[in-house]
Structure formats: structure tokens, C-alpha cells
């Protein structure tokens, strides 16, 4: 059973910083690509970044030089780092690798 588990969603003020992370457990993660997706209310669900395996990231266009994308096989864990956080960031976050996905952590982003 694999399983995905996303904390250090929250509430933050324009210009702030979060850092999510995602546990993987019951799977070999270190052979996945894995990314962050998210879908704000109306909306469709949208890559924010992802990592390979071998580490190599791509990023959406909205974020880049903003969030982070990173992963530690160790611990079966990949992180995203956001700062200077704006409003339109304000989002359901959720973590991915091959047809898993998390049940997601809020990310709310205003004054």
C-alpha cells in the first residue's frame, strides 16, 4: 500500500515562506519522479514543480525563482520550498509520483 502524506501547509502573510514536505511509504521512491500540484477553488489542478529521480526540476512558469523542488531518498521524503509568497499562490497543495497523489495540505496566502 503505498501511501503519501503532505504536511506544513498554512496560513502566511504575502511575501512569507512555507515549506511542505511529502512522506512516501510502501514503495521504492527513490525510482519515482515525483512533483507538487495545485488546485485553488474553480480551478483545474496544475503542476508546480517536479523532480526526477536522478534530480532534475522543472517548474511552473508562476513559481520559478520563487519555490524549490527538492528530495531526500533517505528518507523517502520530497520538499517544496516557497517563498515570497503571493495571494494567487493561495491553493490546495498536493504531492504526486506515478499515480499516487496525497490528500493534499492547504496553503492560504493573505494579509
Known amino acids: 500500500q503505498v501511501q503519501l502524506v503532505e504536511s506544513g501547509g498554512g496560513l502566511v502573510q504575502p511575501g512569507g515562506s512555507l515549506r511542505l514536505s511529502c512522506a512516501a511509504s510502501?514503495?521504492?521512491?527513490?525510482?519515482?519522479?515525483m512533483g507538487w500540484y495545485r488546485q485553488a477553488p474553480g480551478k483545474q489542478r496544475e503542476l508546480v514543480a517536479r523532480?526526477?529521480?536522478?534530480?532534475?526540476?522543472n517548474y511552473a512558469d508562476s513559481v520559478k525563482g520563487r519555490f524549490t523542488i527538492s528530495r531526500d531518498n533517505a528518507k523517502n521524503t520530497v520538499y517544496l520550498q516557497m517563498n515570497s509568497l503571493k495571494p494567487e499562490d493561495t491553493a490546495t497543495y498536493y504531492c504526486?509520483?506515478?499515480?499516487?497523489w496525497g490528500q493534499g495540505t492547504q496553503v492560504t496566502v493573505s494579509s
Open positions: 523532480i526526477m529521480h536522478g534530480g532534475r526540476t
Open positions: 510502501g514503495t521504492i521512491f527513490s525510482i519515482y519522479a
Open positions: 504526486n509520483g506515478d499515480s499516487y
